[in-house]
């Protein structure tokens, strides 16, 4: 079974400067364990979850942005122990691993010599790794090598959305995924070029019919608007269930999906 955990659910400039949520991605584990978008905090977060960074099997990330990429060379360092043993997969952006325009490289040379395999990817390329199939998607967004991830396991279909603004090449690489998630940056009302937007992702997920939606990557001013606001707008547009993540929490991926939401559960106590 996959076991998805919000490692951090804050993102953009500032939410990531002021840590009003925690940044530092997302880690899937099945009989594999991915590490996506290691931003500021993966590894105090990873080690608050009680997740060994040691075994991570491939790290991705989607393009080269200090919110989705800052913590990457330790980590690397984790997945091959400590740097005497060439193992793990890093998957990234031209721009994350060779650097692209302003962009990157966001990777030492140093640590490009560590993971066992360097995967270099675009839109519309796929890579089978570990055990599952590994879809590079198209984004709209400032960096313009960046991508999103399909993952196809076993058992289900994730799609990562990545930072990107809302086109119908979006929608239709996302189509017929079982969760979709999105890196939710602006509230209603607020579009502003390169970011999805609430509106705009209530259109994404109608178009795309996952079971369920979870937004994560929350802006400064989404924050103060309200995440649950959002999802609670998305869900009624669009009919499909709609989660705004929480810091640390997990989605069992089932025949039925289980969330377990951290703050919820400290709240009650
Ligand atoms: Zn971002
Ligand atoms: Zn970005």
């Not at 999805?196 to 939606?213: F, G, Q």
């Not at 025949?255 to 106590?269: G, L, P, S, V």
Request: hydrophobic residues 35%; glycine residues 12%.
């Amino acid at each position: 079974m996959t076991t998805i955990t919000f490692l951090g659910t804050g993102g953009g400039r500032f939410a990531t400067i002021y840590q009003p949520r925690n940044t530092g991605g997302i880690y899937i584990t099945n009989e594999w364990r991915i590490h996506l978008d290691p931003g500021p905090g993966a590894l105090v977060n990873l080690s608050r979850a009680s997740i060994d960074p040691g075994k991570t099997d491939a790290i991705l990330i989607s393009h080269c942005h200090p919110d989705h990429y800052t913590d990457a060379e330790i980590l690397i360092e984790g997945m091959a122990r400590g740097g005497f043993r060439k193992r793990g997969i890093l998957i990234g952006s031209e721009s994350v691993l060779q650097g692209s325009g302003n962009f990157g490289p966001a990777i030492s040379s140093y640590h490009l010599g560590l993971p066992e395999k360097i995967k270099v990817m675009s839109k519309g390329s796929s890579a089978n790794v570990i055990g599952l199939s590994i879809e590079a998607t198209p984004t709209r967004h400032s960096d313009p090598t960046g991508i999103g991830f399909k993952l196809h396991t076993r058992d289900d279909t994730i799609s990562y959305v990545g930072d990107s603004e809302l086109g119908p090449d979006i929608i239709e690489a996302h189509k017929g995924s079982r969760v979709l998630i999105i890196c939710l940056t602006r509230p209603i009302g607020s579009r502003i070029p390169y970011h999805m937007c609430t509106e705009d992702a209530a259109i994404l997920v109608e178009k795309t019919l996952p079971e369920v939606a979870i937004l994560t990557h929350f802006g400064m001013k989404l924050l103060h608007e309200g995440a649950e606001k959002q999802s609670a707008y998305i869900e009624k547009q669009s009919g499909v269930r709609t989660i705004a993540a929480t810091d640390l929490m997990t989605v069992n991926l089932g025949k039925t999906m289980r969330f377990r939401d951290r703050t919820r559960t400290e709240n009650r106590a």
